[in-house]
């Protein structure tokens, strides 16, 4: 069973940043996509950020040039840094992943329908 374990949240003024970490367990697919998507009060799963297991990245616009995904292999956690935070950021965040079981090459998907394993959630909070 594949697990994800968010961590890194928090609150911070306008301005600050964060590093969100998540952990991947058992997850030695060789091909995947993992992504960050967030969820406001209200609102709909929006994605925030995806990565492939060729290091290819997709951002939604409101978070270019403040954010960036990243992954370490060896430590099989993925990361979100957010830079230049602002109220509007403000949301739980959520990693999720999907496996393949082939080399194959993706183009990672926008929906959380997309993903199949997710973590529990980090909340984070910008003040302004």
């Known amino acids: 069973q594949v697990q994800l374990v968010e961590s890194g949240g928090g609150s911070v003024q306008a301005g600050g940043s964060l590093r969100l970490s998540c952990a991947a367990s058992?997850?030695?697919?060789?091909?995947?996509?993992m992504a960050w998507f967030r969820q406001a009060p209200g609102k709909e799963r929006e994605l925030v950020a995806n990565?492939?297991?060729?290091?290819?990245?997709r951002y939604a616009d409101s978070v270019k040039g403040r954010f960036t995904i990243s992954k370490d292999n060896a430590k099989n956690t993925l990361y979100l840094q957010m830079n230049s935070l602002i109220p509007e950021d403000t949301a739980m965040y959520y990693c999720?992943?999907?496996?393949?079981?082939?080399?194959?090459?993706?183009?990672?998907?926008?929906?959380?329908?997309?993903?199949?394993?997710w973590g529990q959630g980090t909340q984070v909070t910008v003040s302004s």
């Open positions: 990565i492939n297991n060729n290091g290819a990245t």
């Open positions: 058992r997850y030695t697919y060789p091909s995947y996509c």
């Open positions: 999720a992943a999907r496996g393949y079981g082939g080399y194959v090459s993706l183009v990672c998907g926008i929906l959380p329908t997309g993903y199949i394993n």
